[in-house]
């Protein structure tokens, strides 16, 4: 019948695991695991569904006792509570697919209540995770038996539910999967006590109690201790089986070690070449990152100075409407000053040649009074339009007001010099004669002003002018307190007086004027301090463009301003030059690092190659450099390691069958019978059976056949006392058969005693005894003894040359695995040491590292030249619309200047306050001064 076999292990809502199966390899299963991982949970899930009988289930001391966590038992290694806990075994049974399980459930602690199950039918597609779990839309569960069996049905299965474990004990015998029923305590115990060494290791319970019964028990008998040396020395001869067998399971466990080591090794390699692969492609990502990087650095620090620029902008655009505003004002005031100037210049003009119409009208009208004075009238309103013109630049609707009224009095000049000309009767008197006619008109009326002068101080009181005179002097030395001019020069010097105070009038009525001039030339000055403090940062000195005016200074800005983007511009081509060579080297460098990882491959597939050919020509006549040498020598290893498995089978074959000579011979024997044995002690006799014991273990059947009852005699020396003891003595056994020391015994073994039959007759004096051979003699103890050291012996021997034979197919093993690496790289040999080819590429990723380095070195150049240039470039900017401020007029002594004379006003309008009368007498008797009375 075809062996069951485990083919996975599942543990449902276990301490640490929802959901798990482990799958058992054909030969060997291993759990590693760091202390309280879950080894011994995994074993004690087997152990349950092998074994769910409660009453054997002991934990305490299974497994790691240095593992950590409280509860070693079932209980406090079950999971979730309230939910059932599960442990499933997955079999194998004649192909056919079949699952045993163990539903356990929590009481109270630390009762744990099985429930034992077994699922038939199932086809090899079905998952288990589908049967033991209940998959909801908020995850899975732990399912109950009912939803097992449910979820079974659906799948076409079988499910069978034991009350019983006896039940479920005969089930698992019934299906082959168990070798007995279990029905009974002993098997169950000694099941128990087989998983419980198989689990913990070591040696057996049984075989420990009775090494410790044979060391330290006391025994009263020297045969009762014989007896159990005897059954000692048997189990030491099983402990050596179980050596012998440990031996051979270790063999097995070092070759799964050592396919384990191969699997490790391609695993390692395998991940070297990922690692490999996976950095190539972090050094191929890492410039990209670094580009990546830098690209956002750059756009980081263009956005900053974008926003900066912005704001900087915006602020110079406030500055600059407001600049605009004032400029535009500024514009339209110098337009109206400009105009005014013109019509001023025009009016000095108009007034001189008013001046000499007004003298001409004067001379002709002389005699005429009323004319006289209309012309003086005249006079006086083109000196007041005169003032006013001089001082109407602030306002200009006065000034075109004036300019009206001047053009109105041009109108009466022209019409006058008409009259003039018909007064004088020159027709053809022009403007450029009128300073001659003048000149004439003057003399004739200085005459006749002096006549006139005379007739008049004639005809007037004396005393009249007199006075008049006198408050013209004294209004005068008001006004002047300098009196010491002639009266030649005292008219000119009242003229003087009088115009003086008038200026001083009118510059007090431009008071308003003036504190919007100073207004306007403190913020001039203001500007123009900033504008020459950052010519002087900008390097720009004033001194040198004292001699440059301000178009000439915009220009040497302008042209500085397009020095530095022509700059910029220049380092913005070369940054390109660089990118484009970046983007060159950075292909090149993919390329070299691609070809290094092949080169790398290479080497260490050369290197393992060159190093793998160096161990095996130490221990092969001729290592192979070709894949034909290779596969010769493969097929070599695999003849000798064929022929030593071959060894190995016949010889484990001859020692199985030795040991099993051995335990028939060492059993062979029967124990002797404790009663006997006291009564030859106390009747100082011998045991007829001692004197066979050297006998043939073939002869010593048919010898104690031949003896009969007198197996068990005992010989004496004395019949008679012999008798009388055995009498006295309170002896068990029925019979005693007595033997003379002398007495002949018919018991030589014929020589053909394998011919001879089972029944050995033998004559006695009542007739004949006929006696079955046994197939056990117990007599030949001796001859047993040295057959058994003879058997072991050769077991020795046998697993000795095992033992050399495991070596050499270590041996060969190690050698098998070094071609079969060789296998895998000899092609690497023919394509020669790589190292050159990997130094040369080193070499030339060195060449390109370095010139990443310098570029990024003249990138840094750059945008720290690119930084300072848009500082410089915006401070220019920022001087370009003040830079005609950097030169001269000194904007802030102008308002000093003003400002000073702001300070003068009050003390001016005060002083015209307190001069007015003084200054009104002057202006009315001021023709008096042109000759004292």
């Given at each position: 019948?075809?062996?069951?076999?485990?083919?996975?292990?599942?543990?449902?809502?276990?301490?640490?695991?929802?959901?798990?199966?482990?799958?058992?390899?054909?030969?060997?299963?291993?759990?590693?695991?760091?202390?309280?991982?879950?080894k011994?949970?995994?074993?004690?899930?087997?152990?349950?569904?092998?074994?769910?009988?409660?009453?054997?289930?002991?934990?305490?001391?299974?497994?790691?006792?240095a593992?950590?966590?409280?509860?070693?038992?079932?209980?406090?290694r079950?999971?979730?509570?309230?939910?059932?806990?599960?442990?499933?075994?997955?079999?194998?049974?004649?192909?056919?697919?079949?699952?045993?399980?163990?539903?356990?459930?929590?009481?109270?602690?630390?009762?744990?209540?099985?429930?034992?199950?077994?699922i038939?039918?199932?086809?090899?597609?079905?998952?288990?995770?589908?049967?033991?779990?209940?998959?909801?839309?908020?995850?899975?569960?732990?399912?109950?038996?009912?939803?097992?069996?449910?979820?079974?049905?659906?799948?076409?299965?079988?499910?069978?539910?034991?009350?019983?474990?006896?039940?479920?004990?005969?089930?698992?015998?019934?299906?082959?999967?168990?070798?007995?029923?279990?029905?009974?305590?002993?098997?169950?115990?000694?099941?128990?006590?087989?998983?419980?060494?198989?689990?913990?290791?070591?040696?057996?319970?049984?075989?420990?109690?009775?090494?410790?019964?044979?060391?330290?028990?006391?025994?009263?008998?020297?045969?009762?201790t014989?007896?159990?040396?005897?059954?000692?020395?048997?189990?030491?001869?099983r402990?050596?089986?179980?050596?012998?067998?440990?031996?051979?399971?270790?063999?097995?466990?070092?070759?799964?070690?050592?396919?384990?080591?191969?699997?490790?090794?391609?695993?390692?390699?395998?991940?070297?070449?990922?690692?490999?692969?996976?950095?190539?492609?972090?050094?191929?990502?890492?410039?990209?990152?670094?580009?990546?990087?830098?690209?956002?650095?750059?756009?980081?620090?263009?956005?900053?100075?974008?926003?900066?620029?912005?704001?900087?902008?915006?602020?110079?655009?406030?500055?600059?409407?407001?600049?605009?505003?004032?400029?535009?004002?500024?514009?339209?005031?110098?337009?109206?000053?400009?105009?005014?100037?013109?019509?001023?210049?025009?009016?000095?003009?108009?007034?001189?040649?008013?001046?000499?119409?007004?003298?001409?009208?004067?001379?002709?009208?002389?005699?005429?009074?009323?004319?006289?004075?209309?012309?003086?009238?005249?006079?006086?309103?083109?000196?007041?339009?005169?003032?006013?013109?001089?001082?109407?630049?602030?306002?200009?609707?006065?000034?075109?007001?004036?300019?009206?009224?001047?053009a109105?009095?041009?109108?009466?000049?022209?019409?006058?010099?008409?009259?003039?000309?018909?007064?004088?009767?020159?027709?053809?008197?022009?403007?450029?004669?009128?300073?001659?006619?003048?000149?004439?008109?003057?003399?004739?009326?200085?005459?006749?002003e002096?006549?006139?002068?005379?007739?008049?101080?004639?005809?007037?009181?004396?005393?009249?002018?007199?006075?008049?005179?006198?408050?013209?002097?004294?209004?005068?030395?008001?006004?002047?307190?300098?009196?010491?001019?002639?009266?030649?020069?005292?008219?000119?010097?009242?003229?003087?007086?009088?115009?003086?105070?008038?200026?001083?009038?009118?510059?007090?009525?431009?008071?308003?004027?003036?504190?919007?001039?100073?207004?306007?030339?403190e913020?001039?000055?203001?500007?123009?301090?900033?504008?020459?403090?950052?010519?002087?940062?900008?390097?720009?000195?004033?001194?040198?463009?004292?001699?440059?005016?301000?178009?000439?200074?915009?220009?040497?800005?302008?042209?500085?301003?397009?020095?530095?983007?022509?700059?910029?511009?220049?380092?913005a081509?070369?940054?390109?030059?660089r990118?484009?060579e970046?983007?060159?080297?950075?292909?090149?460098?993919?390329?070299?690092?691609?070809?290094?990882?092949?080169?790398?491959?290479?080497?260490?597939?050369?290197?393992?190659?060159?190093?793998?050919?160096?161990?095996?020509?130490?221990?092969?006549?001729?290592?192979?450099?070709?894949?034909?040498?290779?596969?010769?020598?493969?097929?070599?290893?695999?003849?000798?390691?064929?022929?030593?498995?071959?060894?190995?089978?016949?010889?484990?074959?001859?020692?199985?069958?030795?040991?099993?000579?051995?335990?028939?011979?060492?059993?062979?024997?029967?124990?002797?019978?404790?009663?006997?044995?006291?009564?030859?002690?106390?009747?100082?006799?011998?045991?007829?059976?001692?004197?066979?014991?050297?006998?043939?273990?073939?002869?010593?059947?048919?010898?104690?056949a031949?003896?009969?009852p007198?197996?068990?005699?005992?010989?004496?020396?004395?019949?008679?006392?012999?008798?009388?003891?055995?009498?006295?003595?309170?002896?068990?056994?029925?019979?005693?058969?007595?033997?003379?020391?002398?007495?002949?015994?018919?018991?030589?073994?014929?020589?053909?005693?394998?011919?001879?039959?089972?029944?050995?007759?033998?004559?006695?004096?009542?007739?004949?005894?006929?006696?079955?051979?046994?197939?056990?003699?117990?007599?030949?103890?001796?001859?047993?003894?040295?057959?058994?050291?003879?058997?072991?012996?050769?077991?020795?021997?046998?697993?000795?040359?095992?033992?050399e034979?495991?070596?050499?197919?270590?041996?060969?093993?190690?050698?098998?695995?070094?071609l079969?690496?060789?296998?895998?790289?000899?092609?690497?040999?023919?394509?020669g040491?790589p190292?050159?080819?990997?130094?040369?590429?080193?070499?030339?990723?060195?060449?390109?590292?370095?010139?990443?380095?310098?570029?990024?070195?003249?990138?840094?150049?750059?945008?720290?030249?690119?930084?300072r240039?848009?500082?410089?470039?915006?401070?220019?900017?920022?001087?370009?619309?003040?830079?005609?401020?950097?030169?001269?007029?000194?904007?802030?002594?102008?308002a000093?200047?003003?400002?000073?004379?702001?300070?003068?006003?009050?003390?001016?309008?005060?002083?015209?306050a307190?001069?007015?009368?003084?200054?009104?007498?002057?202006?009315?008797?001021?023709?008096?001064?042109?000759?004292?009375p």
């Amino acid at each position: 019948m075809t062996r069951a076999r485990i083919t996975a292990l599942v543990l449902v809502n276990w301490k640490g695991v929802f959901y798990e199966r482990y799958l058992f390899d054909r030969h060997v299963t291993a759990l590693e695991g760091a202390n309280g991982a879950g080894k011994t949970t995994v074993m004690i899930g087997a152990y349950v569904a092998l074994l769910p009988d409660m009453s054997k289930l002991r934990f305490t001391n299974l497994g790691e006792t240095a593992a950590t966590g409280g509860d070693r038992g079932i209980y406090g290694r079950l999971g979730e509570p309230g939910r059932p806990s599960y442990t499933v075994l997955e079999l194998d049974v004649a192909g056919a697919r079949m699952v045993a399980g163990v539903r356990l459930t929590r009481l109270a602690e630390p009762t744990v209540e099985p429930t034992a199950f077994l699922i038939t039918g199932l086809t090899p597609s079905v998952p288990l995770s589908e049967l033991f779990l209940v998959r909801q839309l908020d995850g899975d569960h732990v399912p109950e038996l009912d939803d097992i069996r449910k979820a079974v049905e659906r799948v076409g299965g079988i499910m069978e539910t034991f009350k019983a474990i006896k039940d479920y004990f005969a089930a698992l015998f019934e299906h082959g999967i168990s070798p007995m029923r279990l029905a009974e305590e002993e098997p169950r115990s000694k099941l128990n006590e087989m998983l419980r060494t198989s689990m913990t290791g070591g040696i057996s319970r049984a075989l420990t109690s009775e090494l410790r019964g044979f060391l330290l028990r006391e025994e009263s008998g020297l045969s009762d201790t014989l007896t159990r040396m005897r059954a000692n020395l048997d189990a030491c001869a099983r402990t050596r089986n179980e050596v012998a067998e440990s031996r051979h399971l270790e063999r097995e466990i070092s070759a799964i070690y050592e396919a384990g080591m191969d699997m490790f090794t391609a695993a390692v390699h395998a991940a070297r070449a990922a690692a490999d692969e996976a950095e190539g492609d972090v050094e191929r990502a890492r410039p990209m990152l670094d580009g990546a990087v830098r690209a956002e650095r750059e756009l980081t620090d263009a956005l900053a100075t974008f926003e900066a620029r912005r704001a900087d902008l915006d602020a110079r655009l406030a500055t600059a409407r407001t600049d605009l505003t004032s400029a535009t004002t500024e514009r339209e005031r110098a337009v109206a000053a400009e105009g005014i100037a013109t019509r001023l210049a025009a009016l000095e003009t108009e007034l001189a040649a008013l001046t000499e119409v007004e003298a001409a009208a004067r001379a002709r009208h002389v005699a005429a009074t009323s004319e006289r004075t209309a012309a003086r009238q005249e006079r006086t309103r083109a000196m007041a339009a005169l003032e006013r013109a001089a001082h109407g630049i602030a306002d200009l609707q006065a000034g075109l007001d004036e300019l009206v009224r001047r053009a109105h009095a041009h109108r009466q000049l022209v019409r006058r010099l008409d009259d003039a000309r018909r007064a004088t009767q020159r027709p053809s008197l022009v403007a450029d004669d009128v300073g001659a006619v003048i000149a004439e008109l003057d003399t004739e009326r200085d005459r006749l002003e002096t006549e006139r002068a005379r007739l008049a101080r004639d005809a007037r009181d004396i005393a009249g002018r007199r006075d008049e005179y006198a408050r013209a002097l004294a209004a005068l030395a008001t006004l002047d307190g300098d009196g010491s001019s002639s009266d030649a020069t005292t008219h000119a010097r009242a003229r003087s007086v009088l115009a003086r105070l008038a200026e001083r009038e009118a510059t007090l009525g431009r008071a308003s004027d003036l504190a919007r001039e100073r207004q306007e030339a403190e913020r001039l000055a203001t500007r123009q301090h900033a504008a020459r403090a950052l010519a002087g940062e900008l390097g720009i000195v004033t001194a040198q463009l004292a001699d440059t005016s301000s178009t000439e200074t915009s220009t040497l800005v302008v042209e500085e301003l397009a020095a530095l983007e022509q700059a910029q511009r220049e380092r913005a081509q070369a940054a390109a030059t660089r990118r484009d060579e970046a983007a060159a080297d950075r292909l090149r460098e993919a390329e070299l690092r691609a070809r290094l990882a092949t080169v790398d491959d290479r080497l260490a597939r050369w290197q393992l190659a060159t190093a793998t050919v160096q161990r095996v020509a130490t221990h092969m006549p001729a290592a192979p450099n070709t894949r034909a040498e290779l596969g010769a020598a493969r097929d070599q290893l695999a003849r000798e390691l064929h022929a030593l498995g071959d060894r190995r089978t016949r010889l484990e074959a001859s020692r199985e069958e030795l040991t099993q000579r051995a335990a028939a011979v060492a059993h062979g024997g029967t124990n002797l019978d404790p009663e006997l044995l006291r009564l030859r002690d106390e009747l100082g006799g011998e045991l007829l059976a001692s004197r066979f014991e050297d006998v043939d273990l073939a002869a010593a059947s048919w010898v104690e056949a031949r003896l009969g009852p007198l197996t068990s005699a005992l010989i004496v020396e004395d019949l008679d006392a012999a008798v009388t003891a055995v009498e006295q003595s309170k002896r068990q056994a029925a019979t005693v058969h007595l033997v003379r020391p002398d007495a002949a015994l018919p018991v030589e073994p014929p020589d053909n005693l394998d011919e001879l039959s089972d029944d050995v007759v033998s004559p006695e004096p009542y007739g004949l005894r006929i006696t079955r051979r046994l197939p056990r003699p117990s007599l030949g103890r001796r001859a047993r003894e040295r057959q058994v050291r003879e058997l072991h012996d050769a077991i020795e021997r046998d697993a000795r040359a095992l033992d050399e034979i495991a070596v050499r197919a270590a041996e060969l093993a190690s050698w098998r695995r070094d071609l079969d690496v060789l296998d895998t790289c000899i092609d690497a040999l023919s394509l020669g040491d790589p190292t050159t080819e990997r130094a040369t590429l080193e070499r030339d990723l060195a060449e390109l590292a370095a010139r990443h380095a310098a570029r990024d070195e003249a990138e840094r150049a750059d945008r720290t030249l690119d930084q300072r240039a848009r500082e410089r470039q915006d401070r220019l900017r920022r001087l370009l619309p003040d830079v005609a401020l950097v030169e001269p007029p000194d904007h802030a002594a102008r308002a000093a200047n003003l400002a000073a004379i702001e300070r003068t006003l009050s003390t001016t309008a005060a002083e015209l306050a307190r001069l007015a009368p003084a200054r009104a007498t002057l202006a009315a008797h001021i023709d008096s001064l042109r000759q004292p009375p």
